[in-house]
């Protein structure tokens, strides 16, 4: 089962909120830079399984949230093709209060 899960996080300053999941999850994020992802934007992990990416809430091509349901979280992390899903829920609810949880789906 595939889980992927969208973060929220209150934090405006994108290296402050990686620093902050590097140390909550015990990873190291690669710096990366994409016009389609609004500029910087950091990941961790390879797309053919568990890999998180963590970017601002900005669409580029029209200045308005990237995730148009959450505009109220400047930061997003995202949780892709992880089979730990509630794990890294349980540490990053317990270990934050900056961190929300805004989407969990699953598939077979």
């Known amino acids: 089962m595939a889980n992927y899960d969208l973060y929220g996080l209150l934090s405006t300053h ?3 909120a990686k620093d902050i999941l590097e140390d909550l999850l015990d990873i ?3 710096d990366h830079e994409s016009s ?3 500029g910087s934007y950091f990941k961790n992990g390879n797309s053919s399984g568990e890999h998180f990416v963590l ?3 900005l669409d580029p091509f029209d200045d308005e949230p990237a995730e148009v349901a959450f505009p109220k979280h400047p930061i997003l992390f995202y ?3 992880s089979p730990r899903s509630e794990y890294l829920q349980k540490i990053l609810s317990k270990k934050s209060k900056t961190i929300v949880l805004l989407r969990h789906e699953y598939f077979l």
């Open 36 to 38: 389609y992802q609004a």
């Open 55 to 57: 970017k601002r809430n």
């Open 79 to 81: 949780v892709n093709d």
């Open 28 to 30: 190291k994020f690669e």
């Open 14 to 16: 994108l290296c402050e």
